[in-house]
């Protein structure tokens, strides 16, 4: 059965700061690892996908990786600034047609 | 197409009565997704249907839930004899096909007073 953990569950940083978030994943037999956006009282914004054959992905101040063989995935921000303010959530997809999340990192960048 | 879209974004109910929600996916994304979240937790998932069927349901869903997707398109999720404890929001996704990216909406938020 797979378990998705987020750490730290949150997180304060001044402004300007390149920061990392963690995801692990306990069943490495993934289709697909998906980031996220939550804003409060919102629904989920889709930050950046990575296939299983994939190692990283890329998305302006935003770069995801991923390795399958230690059940990690790391969500890198660079340059931070308040308006990235929000929670950021993993969710993992087993191929069985449904996403397992993490309980999400929340994140406050301090001007 | 501007995403997927849920309505109503908020529903306040009485314990017992009946409530329904509905979800338009993105147009031509044949897989579509409910899931409920509560506060502090992340998205749990509930049910899942390709085209109109109806493959996979969360032992979450109990027999007061019940989801259906005529024709494929629009999706709607009906709670039968609310309880405090189905307060949550509920979130709809949509996606072109397997390991493709998920879409979600802006959520349902259900209070149970």
């Known amino acids: 059965k797979q378990e998705v953990t987020q750490i730290p569950a949150a997180l304060s940083v001044p402004e300007g700061e390149n920061l990392v978030l963690n995801c692990s994943f306990t069943d490495s037999a993934i289709y697909n690892l998906q980031w996220f956006r939550q804003d409060p009282g919102k629904g989920l914004t889709s930050l950046l996908l990575?296939?299983?054959?994939?190692r990283e992905q890329t998305s302006g101040r935003l770069n995801a990786s991923l390795d399958k063989s230690s059940g990690r995935s790391t969500l890198y921000i660079a340059a931070s600034q308040p308006g990235d303010s929000a929670t950021y959530l993993c969710?993992?997809?087993?191929?069985?047609?449904?996403?397992?999340f993490g309980t999400g990192t929340r994140l406050k960048v301090l001007a | 197409d501007t995403g997927v879209s849920q309505d109503p974004r908020h529903k306040i109910t009485k314990r017992g009565q009946n409530v329904t929600f509905r979800c338009d996916p993105i147009?031509?994304?044949?897989?579509l997704y409910w899931y409920r979240q509560t506060l502090g937790q992340g998205p749990e998932f509930l049910t899942y249907?390709?085209?109109?069927?109806?493959?996979?349901k969360s032992r979450l869903l109990s027999d007061r839930f019940s989801a259906e997707r005529p024709k494929g398109s629009f999706s709607t999720l009906e709670i039968q004899r609310t309880e405090q404890g189905d307060s949550a929001m509920y979130l709809c996704a949509s996606q072109t096909g397997l390991n493709t990216e998920a879409f979600f909406g802006q959520g349902t938020r259900l209070t149970v007073v």
């Open positions: 249907f390709q085209n109109e069927a109806q493959l996979e």
């Open positions: 969710a993992a997809d087993s191929g069985t047609y449904k996403y397992i």
């Open positions: 147009s031509e994304h044949n897989r």
């Open positions: 990575i296939q299983s054959s994939q």
